[in-house]
């Protein structure tokens, strides 16, 4: 497959999967977590889809588009093995949802990363939340979901907190 059509198809499973997600929590009330600004995509979609909703956005620095940075109170800058497990004092209320976007290219590491953050994700989400991921989780408190019909098992993940 050309690196243009994996990127398409990695892209456009991750909107499948926010969108199935966004669809799954409806109007019920909680905070969303973006852990990944990168250069804003995801967090940009997540606001369009959820308007008023409160996006608490992780990264350890900012560097994206202009138009697609949060504001100081929801922009929490830092590695995330540290600003996870803190972050609860910053949020108004538990999340419904976190869209967890932290890959980088080394397949290893970002594996290790998600290993950390399923120690302290965790207490930040309140019971029934949707966690979307790009990295496979193992946590003992999250069931697996089914993907959305077109994303290919293992190119995208959906968890639900029990
Ligand atoms: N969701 C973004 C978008 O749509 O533009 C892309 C996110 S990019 C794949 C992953 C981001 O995670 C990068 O911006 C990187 O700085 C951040 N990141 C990776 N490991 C991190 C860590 N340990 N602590 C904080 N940020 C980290």
């Known amino acids: 497959m050309s690196r243009l059509n994996s990127f398409i198809r990695r892209v456009t499973a ?8 966004v669809s799954l929590i409806g109007d019920a009330p909680g905070s969303v977590l973006e852990l990944g ?16 909703r409160d996006i608490y956005v992780f990264d350890r620095h900012v560097k994206a588009h202009p ?6 109170e929801h922009m929490i800058v830092g590695d995330f093995r540290e600003t996870v497990p803190a972050a609860a004092a910053k949020m108004a209320a538990p ?3 976190a869209h967890c976007d932290i890959g980088s290219g080394d397949k290893e590491l970002s594996l290790a990363l998600a290993r950390e953050l399923g120690a302290s994700l965790p207490a930040l989400l309140q019971p029934g939340a949707i966690i979307v991921s790009d990295q496979p989780f193992h946590v003992k408190s999250w069931v697996a979901l089914p993907l959305p019909e077109a994303v290919a098992p293992g190119r995208y993940h959906l968890y639900r907190q029990a």
């Open 67 to 72: 138009d697609c940075i949060p504001d100081e």
């Open 37 to 52: 600004l990168g250069n804003g995509r995801t967090f940009d979609h997540l606001r369009k889809s959820m308007p008023g």
């Open 14 to 21: 991750q909107r499948d999967c926010l969108d199935h997600a």
């Open 95 to 97: 999340a419904l949802l």
